[in-house]
């Protein structure tokens, strides 16, 4: 079993950043993937980027701006956003994947103002 805990989310206006941070319970050496994912109000919870091993996938409208990226010896998944835009606005939460398992942090939000 995996805790996943979030912080990081701010307000911000559009333009600037924030990083997320994604802190696993134990070692994530093991977990298949790790991802971020983000729910708007009244929409679905999208997904935003994965990180497999050391292979990453950003979903087209992050792509060039936000970057994924692990600290194995913290146990820890961030979560770089750049260039931040009101669209971005959402509760972001972690995912981990392993061993046929699923985990789901609380989640974190995010606001970005015009």
């Known amino acids: 079993q995996v805790q996943l805990v979030e912080s990081g989310g701010d307000l911000v206006q559009a333009g600037g950043s924030l990083r997320l941070s994604c802190a696993a319970s134990?070692?994530?050496?093991?977990?298949?993937?790790m991802g971020w994912y983000r729910q708007a109000p009244g929409k679905q919870r999208d997904w935003v980027a994965i990180i497999a091993r050391e292979t990453t996938t950003y979903a087209d409208s992050v792509k060039g701006r936000f970057t994924i990226s692990r600290d194995n010896a913290k146990n820890t998944v961030y979560l770089q956003m750049n260039s931040l835009k009101p669209e971005d606005t959402g509760v972001y939460y972690c995912?981990?994947?392993?061993?046929?398992?699923?985990?789901w942090g609380q989640g974190t939000q995010v606001t970005v103002s015009s």
């Open positions: 995912k981990a994947e392993t061993a046929g398992w699923t985990y």
């Open positions: 134990r070692s994530i050496l093991s977990i298949n993937a």
